[in-house]
Structure formats: C-alpha cells, structure tokens
C-alpha cells in the first residue's frame, strides 16, 4: 500500500471514529444541515437554477458578437465565447465543467482550458442573490458584489496571457425545455444540498472541538474557506456591514474548499496549477475593489484596519500574479493531473 493510499484509508477510518465517539455532534451537524437547505439554501437557489439552466443551456455554442471584447481581453479563443455565459452565470463548478467539456471535444486547447479554469468559473447570481444578498439591508450590495465578482474574475483572465487556439468550435446544444431545466436543476440542487449536509456535519465537530479557541472573526473566515455557502450564512453574526460586505466578497471570489473539490472532479485530466492562482488573485483583488466601493454606501460602517488589509490584499495579488507568469512560463512542460 502506497503513502496516498494509507491516507485516504486513514481518514475514513478516523471519520468512523469520530462518529461512534461522539454521535450526538454528527446527528445535530446533519440536522442543522438538512434544516439550513430546506429553510435557505432550497427556496432561495432552486428557482435561478431553472431559470439559470434555460439561459445557459440555450446560449451555449452561439455566436456570441456581442461578448467578443470580452474574450479577447481574457485571451479566450474566438468561437468559444459562450464559456463566458456558463462562466458567471452557471454557478460553481458549471463552468468549470463546460470548460473542461470543450476541452475533452477538442474545441479548445488543454493549456487554454487550464488557464481559463482560473476565471470561468464563478459563483452564479442564484447564490449571489438567493443566499448572499439577503444579508444586506439594500439590494444594492448585491448588484455591486456580482459586479466586483465579475470584474475582478475578467481581470484574472486578462492577466492569465492570451490564448494558444487560433478559433473554437463550440457544439450548439438544443434547446432546453422547461422538463429537462427542471431535472438538471433537482440533480444539481441534490449535489449542493450533499455537499452542504456533509460541510455542516464537518464544522459541527470544528465547533465543538477547536473553533471554540478562536474568535468569531475567525470562525467564520473558517468555515467560509471549507464550505460557501455555511460560511455565507455565518456571515450574519458580523454587525458591520462594511465588514460583512467584503468578507463575503473575499468568500465568493475563492470558492473555498469544498467548490475546490467540486472542480477537481469536473476537471479530471486537466491541472489545476492556474485554478489555485488565479482564485487567489480574483480574492485579493475583490477586497481591493469591495475597499473602493464602499465609499458608495455611506451607511456602511468604516472598515477597520483597512490599510492592513490593503496591503496584504496587494502582497496576495503579486504572489498570485507570480504564480500565473511562472506557470505561463512552463507551460510547454507536461503538466500532472487534477489534484
């Protein structure tokens, strides 16, 4: 048995412990899962779902004119400007898997897949607005988090380089149906309710055991980092807006550890060496730009210790511009697979 193969044995193993120890936080982790997706994650995400499948699934392979400027400042291959559509409009992980589609058709390129893995693949208005804006007092927030969350994902692509595929060829897909929207968004809604359930469970053995040690603050940076959408919720203990705005900026842009995992199984054969980059970037640059469009709230509470987080937002985005150019760079040696 090799080392990889006695570590995932020993974690199974230590999660079974876990549960025959101490059953009682599994039961109340899984219960306050299962009650936080029928009370929130349910009623707010499944409704942009349907509608997020019809618009998706009927714009895919079109010749999009009116998206061009926008793959070519994110050095997309022309023909393949679709794969924006499903990038900031399908949610985690679609368009990291329509990305990796593509790819797997030959309609683009491996290393042109891999870079545009750093920045195709966001989280979508049906948790931005279901889940996320209901934090805030004004729909405000909402809108000018999507459009950091946009701007600063096409910033990522611009500095990811320009494509090595000259022209795409993106299959049309037929038209979706209400039926079939209504079943690709029940099979999609069991996966984030799973993945939600599971997290849930996770961080109720982190609360009992270690979070306790830390303070609030950190807790829910936390929780936010292994699971988005509990991390999001949890976002409501914070009293400033100012605060609570920004962290959920910083949130969305990184995905955190469970959406990572998500991509990593809708990837399979691609590398992830830009992915981790370039979402550390995406979230440096989201708490630069969440800093600056505060000034458009003034109800909002001034942010403490903005210089720090501003200068730590700026060294983030340097390493992060470090690692993208180095990957560029090496980018003619074969590359390993997956995570």
């Known amino acids: 048995m090799n080392a990889r193969n006695s570590w995932t044995g020993i974690f199974p193993a230590a999660g079974m ?15 306050s899962g299962i009650e936080l997706c029928l009370k929130t994650i349910i009623p707010s995400l499944f409704p942009f779902f349907i509608l997020s499948f019809l618009l998706t699934g009927n714009l895919t392979g079109c010749n999009l004119k009116i998206l061009r400027p926008f793959s070519r400042f994110c050095g997309i291959p022309e023909g393949a400007e679709s794969l924006l559509i499903t990038g900031f409009l399908g949610g985690y992980p679609v368009g990291a898997q329509n990305t990796a589609l593509a790819c797997q058709r030959g309609s683009i390129s491996a290393e042109d897949a891999q870079r545009m893995l750093a920045f195709c693949s966001n989280a979508g208005p049906a ?51 209400l039926t079939q929207a209504l079943q690709k968004s029940l099979s999609v809604m069991a996966q984030v309710c799973g993945w939600v359930v599971l997290f849930r469970m996770i961080l109720a053995y982190l609360d009992r055991w270690l979070f306790w040690l830390l303070p609030q603050g950190a807790q829910i940076f936390a929780a936010g980092l292994l699971e988005l959408s509990n991390g999001c919720i ?5 009293d400033r807006d100012g605060i609570r705005f920004t962290a959920a900026s910083f949130l ?37 730009l969440s800093i600056c469009a505060q000034v ?44």
């Open 17 to 31: 412990l876990f549960l025959i120890i101490d059953s009682h936080t599994a039961a109340a982790g899984m219960q």
């Open 252 to 288: 969305l842009a990184i995905g955190g550890l469970c959406v990572t995992l998500q991509t990593s199984s809708v990837t399979r054969g691609l590398s992830l060496q830009y992915y981790y980059p370039g979402k550390l970037l995406q979230g440096a640059l989201s708490i630069l």
């Open 127 to 177: 948790f931005l607005f279901g889940i996320v804006g209901p934090l805030f007092d004004s729909p405000r927030y909402a809108w000018v988090l999507w459009g950091i969350h946009i701007t600063s994902a096409l910033i990522v692509g611009a500095i990811t380089g320009k494509s090595s595929t000259k022209a795409a060829a993106i299959a049309h897909q037929s038209a979706f149906t």
């Open 234 to 238: 949890r976002l409501q203990a914070i």
């Open 296 to 339: 458009f709230f003034p109800e909002a509470h001034r942010m403490e210790n903005g210089a720090l987080i501003l200068a730590l937002s700026c060294i983030a985005s340097l390493i992060a511009i470090g690692f993208l150019r180095k990957n560029q760079k090496n980018s003619s040696i074969p590359l390993s697979v997956g995570v």
